[in-house]
């Protein structure tokens, strides 16, 4: 099956209290379903920034790359 692509959104990091400024607050990743996309969303998001996630939502379409917003 094809991978599409997904907007995760309004991410969450535990930083431990740290205040961190440029931890991206959406990003795209990949996944076979919505269903799946849900499931590894957080590993996929922690693999990339390097922090553990509490909490994202997800678009079906994604819109744009990456950011800090």
Do not use: H, R
Not at 4 to 28: Q, R, V
């Amino acid at each position: 099956m094809k991978m599409k692509k997904y907007s995760a959104y309004n991410i969450n990091y535990d930083t431990d209290g740290n205040n961190i400024d440029d931890l991206p607050k959406s990003m795209i990743i990949s996944a076979e379903n919505l269903e799946e996309a849900q499931m590894t969303g957080a590993d996929q998001i922690s693999d990339k920034t390097g922090w553990c996630v509490n909490s994202f939502l997800i678009k079906k379409n994604p819109v744009k790359e990456a950011t800090n917003e």
